[in-house]
């Protein structure tokens, strides 16, 4: 199974970014799914994160109001809608696939990790 990110790159202050994480399976419709993100030098920590159906999300402090967590079982994919970006969130973004069906808030509770895509926001 593997866990295929994409849209990261290089965007100013205050713009916008949509992250896209297609599963090569359909195993993942049953599980909770997040974002996650690593700063150079730092830990890698919680974004946001989504139940098995779409019916519960939370996000970090830091991000709140500002980013969207979504899925579409269908499609086997989740997405991150990063919107007001600030330099502060510029780090290496996850997707990763939950042990459960619910919220992966630690990356303790986290089955499977995608590879990162890279978001730059410069000042």
């Known amino acids: 199974v593997q866990l295929q990110a994409s849209g990261g790159g290089l965007v100013q202050a205050g713009g916008y970014l949509r992250l896209s994480c297609a599963s090569s399976?359909?195993?993942?419709?049953?599980?909770?799914m997040g974002w996650f993100r690593q700063a150079p030098g730092k830990e890698r920590e919680f974004v946001a994160a989504?139940?098995?159906?779409?019916?519960?999300?939370d996000y970090a402090d830091s991000v709140k109001g500002r980013f969207t967590i979504s899925r579409d079982n269908a499609k086997n994919s989740v997405a991150l809608q990063m919107n007001a970006l600030k330099p502060e969130d510029t780090a290496v973004y996850y997707c990763a696939a939950a042990r459960s069906a619910g919220l992966a808030t630690t990356t303790r509770g986290i089955a499977k990790w995608g590879q990162g895509t890279l978001v730059t926001v410069s000042s």
């Open positions: 399976t359909r195993i993942f419709s049953n599980n909770g």
């Open positions: 989504i139940s098995w159906n779409g019916a519960y999300t």
